[in-house]
């Protein structure tokens, strides 16, 4: 299947590790000239390096200048962004009895307001260029709440009721705006996050691993490369008629429909 996505422009923030790094390489794959967004500035340009047509960015989205910063920074590249994928850190682990109003502020800052900013430096264009694609990289905790992940799943609840409401907004502008709900996929978050349980539980790692993967259909952890691949067909002009969606991938691990 021909994606349509030769030349077209693509945004990746959080792009030089885990699922932001994987969406980056498929798209690249696809033929997109790719901006990669990170912190580290010197990783960015190395990765994008070993990319077809990609350049990298040194910005921090958290800074409320950031996201206008990358986005600039790929059109001097390559011209009007078509492709626009929401992605950045979580927030710490906790419970919900444990989270304070400034946790929760924290993490809607964290999670919610660098994503509106970037849509803000890119819809206008895509609306009037009568196409685009946002896809936001969530997390599973959205349809079903994770143990101890209490401001992650609030603060992308919050991401998801925005992009819900603007997909309606501007589908008739061929626009389209989705999510992709990643479960255990082995990326450095996860390592990090099993290590931590395993740290309260006080047991071995791999007790919490295998722990994880009894729980899950299909009996082990996703790869990056499979979930870049499903971000990468919702960017396509193929998803042309796919908007306002969750769509999990997760080996199976959330039993709601």
Known sequence: MDYGLTGSVAVVP???SGLGLATARALAAEGA?????????????????????????????????????LVEAAREAFGPVDVLVL?????????????????????????????????????????ERGW???VAIGSSGIQSPIDGLAASNTGRAALAGYLKSLASEVAADG???????????????????????AARQGVDVTEVDAA?????????????????????????????????????????????H
């Open 14 to 16: 959080g792009g030089t």
């Open 33 to 69: 000239r790719v901006a990669i967004g990170g912190r580290r500035g010197d990783l960015a340009a190395e990765l994008a390096a070993s990319l077809p047509a990609a350049i990298g960015v040194g910005v921090d989205i958290m800074d409320p200048s950031g996201p206008a910063a």
């Open 87 to 127: 992605n950045g850190g979580g927030p710490p682990p906790g419970s919900a009895a444990e989270l304070t109003v400034d946790d929760a502020t924290a993490s809607v800052e964290r999670l919610l307001l660098p994503h509106i900013r970037l849509v803000e430096a890119v819809l206008p264009g895509m609306r």
């Open 132 to 134: 685009g694609r946002i």
């Open 175 to 197: 626009v389209t705006a989705n999510l992709v709900l990643p479960g255990k996929i082995r990326t450095d978050r996860l390592v990090s996050l099993n290590e931590a349980a």
């Open 212 to 256: 994880s993967k009894a729980n899950i259909p299909a009996g082990r952890f996703g790869t990056p490369d499979e979930f870049g691949a499903v971000v990468t067909f919702l960017a396509s002009r193929a998803a042309s008629y796919v908007t306002g969606t969750q769509i999990r991938c997760d080996g199976g691990l959330v039993r709601t």
